[in-house]
């Protein structure tokens, strides 16, 4: 037998649906057949998804990686001796030479694809619970205190200042007290929250047990959506890992300090990721929204008080503990501090992760990160935040990527969903897309969106149909209207977002043959 | 398409109703706070779907009423009243799976197995679904088969699956 070798494919859900499993299987048999010692470790994605399954092989110079391999592929590896960097089509030379990895910002996503997922002593070995120990030795005050002068917003979306939020909570007076961790990515175009779990579990744990010591909670949920299966096996097992070795429990590493964390699945609603709704759900109830007040800081989970927060601003946590929230701030661009998990898809040459400082503009991040549209025809639209979010068209790309900079144009940042559409788009279906989601999704609590839904979904019909165009159109404005004033939430108050930028901007998409009927 | 009885179409997924073991689901999940979508999510994984018979001892469980376990199993898209085909598949309808063409896909995929989206087919081997995002959209578009997702799924290679399918029934078969 020879050295023995060692090579890393990712377990992410993206690897597997463009077949790493049967990569790794094909790479185990050659290596038999040829009496090679191998070991393959399972990593996380670094987010380059378009090169997944993306094996990767340890040698004295590095970690280097092949992108797309094929089972078919493997044997032709073997003899170009990819074992040790050997040159090969698929090669690409160091992955940390990368370009597209390289000129990222990777603090909440530092350990993506770098480590094995499940290893709790490869999650040590790079930084992993440094940011808890400082926690574990901290006044609730401080860790609230540091986490506030980071400047984190909450990375779901809403953007509300994190600090602030934890700080409602530790200052409300109760038993027992909640982290609710929301998992719920619903947005098309994101994946963020899907990579971090399946890549660096730990680090989510370790920033909800933060969350819990600065608040004073001890459970935490994770409300996990139904889509993601391999997230739930993968925290389950993250958990008893963690709970095996004092992390999790009654008493954290011997601290007399105790939090523990839970997984519920939620069954298939995109408006369960609405905060409210969530913790309806999560309660075992129909996942309808709440009015607020009462906020959830205050009367939350089961009436008690409770943090919730998406899972990258509770992953961003460790890192702020580690390192100071100066070193966070010095990061993004006005009242956008740190780094956001961008995510490039639909349209799109290179589709994946990309973990950069607030503050670039839209286009480079398309263009230069994404390589234009996969078809290679123009791009028409992009949207971006989410089916919720508005349509971009190609002169608004300049847009720097920071929150108040999108909302000023009247758009939404969101969850950093960015999803690329060519020319051959027609903007009126995706008008209609949106409505019709928002009757698919409605929780059905208030009128303007339960009904409102199905009222736009037919005008647009109607307007397809060529039928009274302008007085349909104007009909359409108005319903937005009512929509974004007298919904109880966002997925009323927003679907008129999508509708009404892409009339604004390709008001010929809405007007097929010129004709009214 | 013609609507039958479960029974007279062999290929469903489902088990027999079984009360006792239905209790021994929901039992665990009862002493859980909020452990109501955990139950149904277990009734679903072990019969296929959340059978009817199932309301009284939901209720009797959670102290509600039947109408708001009805509520609550009927509020999410997961929650089946019928059993699913022998195969389940899952189509992207969201954005980003739009951007690369699921709207095609999708026609493509109706027309071959002769049923629409919510569909189960005659012969029960076949129910069509649509999802919103499979969290998979750098490789758009997506499917789902048999619960393992396909990234990057062309028409051609839809029909490969299901050939894959096919022979793999037939091997069953002759086994």
Redesign the interface.
């Given at each position: 037998m020879s050295d023995l070798m060692t090579l890393y494919v990712p377990l992410d859900s993206t690897a597997l649906a463009m077949g790493a499993d049967e990569v790794v299987l094909a790479i185990m048999t050659e290596a038999a057949a040829r009496h090679l010692d191998v070991e393959v470790i399972r990593n996380g994605s670094w987010g380059m998804s378009w090169l997944e399954p993306l094996v990767e092989v340890v040698t004295d110079k590095g970690r280097m990686a092949y992108g797309n391999v094929t089972p078919e592929e493997v044997p032709g590896l073997f003899d170009a001796g990819f074992l040790t960097g050997g040159e090969h089509a698929l090669g690409l030379g160091l992955t940390a030479e990368i370009e597209y990895l390289k000129s990222q910002d990777r603090l909440t996503f530092a350990r993506c694809g770098l480590i094995e997922a499940l290893s709790l002593e490869d999650y040590r070995a790079h930084g992993g619970f440094k940011g808890l120990e400082k926690a574990l030795k901290m006044l609730p005050q401080a860790i609230v205190d540091q986490v506030t002068a980071s400047g984190l917003r909450g990375r779901g979306g809403a953007a509300f200042p994190t600090g602030i939020k934890w700080n409602t909570v530790l200052g409300a007076e109760a038993d027992q007290k909640y982290i609710c961790c929301n998992a719920d990515e619903g947005d098309s175009g994101t994946f963020a929250d899907r990579i971090l779990m399946e890549g660096d579990p730990y680090c989510l744990i370790e920033g909800m047990i933060i969350a819990g010591l600065a608040v004073g909670a001890t459970e935490g949920y994770i409300y996990l959506r139904s889509e993601y299966p391999l997230c739930r096996d993968i925290l389950h097992e993250a958990l008893i890992e963690a709970r095996d070795a004092g992390w999790l429990g009654a008493d954290i590493r011997g601290s007399g300090k105790a939090f523990d964390i839970e997984v519920r699945m939620g069954a298939g609603s995109y408006v369960c990721g609405e905060e409210t709704a969530m913790l309806n759900s999560l309660e075992g109830k129909r996942g309808m929204v709440r009015a607020k007040p009462p906020l959830p800081a205050l009367e939350g989970l089961f009436g008690q008080p409770t943090v919730v927060n998406n899972v990258l601003s509770l992953a961003s946590v460790p890192i702020i503990m580690d390192q100071g929230a100066d070193f966070y701030k010095n990061y993004g661009m006005g009242r956008s501090r740190g780094t956001i998990a961008f995510q490039l898809a639909g349209n799109i040459a290179r589709g994946g992760l990309v973990e950069k400082a607030f503050g670039l503009p839209l286009r480079e991040m398309i263009d230069g990160y994404g390589g234009g549209t996969d078809s290679g025809r123009p791009i028409k639209a992009v949207q971006v935040g989410g089916p919720l979010g508005a349509y971009l068209a190609e002169g608004d790309l300049d847009l720097p990527l920071d929150y108040e900079a999108f909302s000023a144009a009247g758009a939404v940042l969101g969850h950093g969903g960015i999803v690329v559409f060519d020319d051959t788009v027609d903007m009126a279906a995706q008008a209609k897309f949106a409505f019709d989601f928002c009757v698919e999704e409605s929780c059905g609590k208030c009128t303007p969106c339960r009904i409102g839904s199905v009222r736009g979904a037919e005008l647009i019909e109607k307007i397809q149909a060529g039928q009274a165009v302008d007085d349909n159109l104007a009909l359409v404005k108005d319903l937005c209207d009512v929509m974004d004033s007298g919904s109880l939430c966002a997925m009323g108050g927003m679907t008129p977002i999508p509708v009404l930028s892409a009339m604004d901007k390709w008001p010929a998409d809405f007007r097929k043959d010129g004709v009214e009927k | 398409m013609t609507k039958t009885h479960e029974h007279d179409r062999p290929h469903l997924e489902q088990a027999d109703w079984d009360p006792v073991e239905a209790q021994e689901i929901i039992a665990p999940f009862a002493r859980l706070?909020?452990?109501?979508?955990?139950a149904?999510?277990g009734l679903q994984q072990a019969f296929g779907y959340v059978p009817r018979q199932s309301y009284d001892l939901l209720a009797d469980a959670?102290n509600l009423s039947r109408a708001e376990v009805y509520?609550?199993k009927s509020?999410?898209?997961?929650?089946r009243d019928t059993p699913a085909g022998h195969h389940v598949i899952e189509v992207c309808q969201?954005?980003?799976?739009?951007?690369?063409g699921s709207r095609g896909l999708t026609t493509h995929v109706q027309k071959m197995l002769g049923i629409e989206l919510g569909e189960t087919s005659h012969d029960g081997h076949f129910t069509l679904k649509a999802?919103?995002?499979?969290?998979?959209?750098?490789?758009?578009p997506?499917i789902t088969f048999d619960?393992?997702?396909?990234?990057?799924v062309t028409e051609d290679k839809f029909d490969k699956l299901m050939q894959r399918t096919a022979g793999l029934a037939k091997k069953g078969e002759n086994a």
């Amino acid at each position: 037998m020879s050295d023995l070798m060692t090579l890393y494919v990712p377990l992410d859900s993206t690897a597997l649906a463009m077949g790493a499993d049967e990569v790794v299987l094909a790479i185990m048999t050659e290596a038999a057949a040829r009496h090679l010692d191998v070991e393959v470790i399972r990593n996380g994605s670094w987010g380059m998804s378009w090169l997944e399954p993306l094996v990767e092989v340890v040698t004295d110079k590095g970690r280097m990686a092949y992108g797309n391999v094929t089972p078919e592929e493997v044997p032709g590896l073997f003899d170009a001796g990819f074992l040790t960097g050997g040159e090969h089509a698929l090669g690409l030379g160091l992955t940390a030479e990368i370009e597209y990895l390289k000129s990222q910002d990777r603090l909440t996503f530092a350990r993506c694809g770098l480590i094995e997922a499940l290893s709790l002593e490869d999650y040590r070995a790079h930084g992993g619970f440094k940011g808890l120990e400082k926690a574990l030795k901290m006044l609730p005050q401080a860790i609230v205190d540091q986490v506030t002068a980071s400047g984190l917003r909450g990375r779901g979306g809403a953007a509300f200042p994190t600090g602030i939020k934890w700080n409602t909570v530790l200052g409300a007076e109760a038993d027992q007290k909640y982290i609710c961790c929301n998992a719920d990515e619903g947005d098309s175009g994101t994946f963020a929250d899907r990579i971090l779990m399946e890549g660096d579990p730990y680090c989510l744990i370790e920033g909800m047990i933060i969350a819990g010591l600065a608040v004073g909670a001890t459970e935490g949920y994770i409300y996990l959506r139904s889509e993601y299966p391999l997230c739930r096996d993968i925290l389950h097992e993250a958990l008893i890992e963690a709970r095996d070795a004092g992390w999790l429990g009654a008493d954290i590493r011997g601290s007399g300090k105790a939090f523990d964390i839970e997984v519920r699945m939620g069954a298939g609603s995109y408006v369960c990721g609405e905060e409210t709704a969530m913790l309806n759900s999560l309660e075992g109830k129909r996942g309808m929204v709440r009015a607020k007040p009462p906020l959830p800081a205050l009367e939350g989970l089961f009436g008690q008080p409770t943090v919730v927060n998406n899972v990258l601003s509770l992953a961003s946590v460790p890192i702020i503990m580690d390192q100071g929230a100066d070193f966070y701030k010095n990061y993004g661009m006005g009242r956008s501090r740190g780094t956001i998990a961008f995510q490039l898809a639909g349209n799109i040459a290179r589709g994946g992760l990309v973990e950069k400082a607030f503050g670039l503009p839209l286009r480079e991040m398309i263009d230069g990160y994404g390589g234009g549209t996969d078809s290679g025809r123009p791009i028409k639209a992009v949207q971006v935040g989410g089916p919720l979010g508005a349509y971009l068209a190609e002169g608004d790309l300049d847009l720097p990527l920071d929150y108040e900079a999108f909302s000023a144009a009247g758009a939404v940042l969101g969850h950093g969903g960015i999803v690329v559409f060519d020319d051959t788009v027609d903007m009126a279906a995706q008008a209609k897309f949106a409505f019709d989601f928002c009757v698919e999704e409605s929780c059905g609590k208030c009128t303007p969106c339960r009904i409102g839904s199905v009222r736009g979904a037919e005008l647009i019909e109607k307007i397809q149909a060529g039928q009274a165009v302008d007085d349909n159109l104007a009909l359409v404005k108005d319903l937005c209207d009512v929509m974004d004033s007298g919904s109880l939430c966002a997925m009323g108050g927003m679907t008129p977002i999508p509708v009404l930028s892409a009339m604004d901007k390709w008001p010929a998409d809405f007007r097929k043959d010129g004709v009214e009927k | 398409m013609t609507k039958t009885h479960e029974h007279d179409r062999p290929h469903l997924e489902q088990a027999d109703w079984d009360p006792v073991e239905a209790q021994e689901i929901i039992a665990p999940f009862a002493r859980l706070k909020g452990g109501l979508m955990e139950a149904l999510h277990g009734l679903q994984q072990a019969f296929g779907y959340v059978p009817r018979q199932s309301y009284d001892l939901l209720a009797d469980a959670f102290n509600l009423s039947r109408a708001e376990v009805y509520g609550v199993k009927s509020f999410y898209h997961d929650f089946r009243d019928t059993p699913a085909g022998h195969h389940v598949i899952e189509v992207c309808q969201a954005e980003s799976c739009q951007a690369m063409g699921s709207r095609g896909l999708t026609t493509h995929v109706q027309k071959m197995l002769g049923i629409e989206l919510g569909e189960t087919s005659h012969d029960g081997h076949f129910t069509l679904k649509a999802v919103y995002c499979l969290g998979n959209c750098a490789v758009s578009p997506n499917i789902t088969f048999d619960g393992k997702m396909h990234g990057r799924v062309t028409e051609d290679k839809f029909d490969k699956l299901m050939q894959r399918t096919a022979g793999l029934a037939k091997k069953g078969e002759n086994a």
